[in-house]
């Protein structure tokens, strides 16, 4: 049987298999990346990817505190953007 890794959305708390949570990466700049591969270096955190967990900016707050990442409200908001734009419902791609 084969091993299959589990990991936990930041915002919800939910335990998922790690194909179905979208990973967000702290960059060097400091800043945060979206990770469609799951495989770039860095710290990352999972979200998952329904979008129902970033319906807003505080969430997205919660996403910053666990890369330990320092963002102000647009850097969330630009974040938050282009995560509904390439994985909103209507465009989810990898399934």
Do not use: H, W
Not at 12 to 38: A, F, H, N, Y
Not at 79 to 90: D, Y
Request: charged share 30%; proline share 3%.
């Amino acid at each position: 049987m084969k091993n299959v890794p589990m990991r936990t959305c930041v915002i919800c708390r939910k335990v998922s298999e790690k194909r179905d949570l979208l990973r967000i990466v702290r960059v060097p700049e400091g800043g945060m990346q979206v990770d469609p591969t799951g495989k770039m270096n860095g710290r990352g955190a999972y979200i998952c990817r329904s979008g129902e967990c970033l319906k807003n900016v505080k969430d997205m707050k919660k996403l910053a505190n666990a890369l330990s990442v320092q963002a102000d409200n647009e850097s969330l908001e630009e974040l938050m953007q282009e995560i509904q734009i390439k994985f909103g419902k209507n465009n989810r791609q990898g399934e």
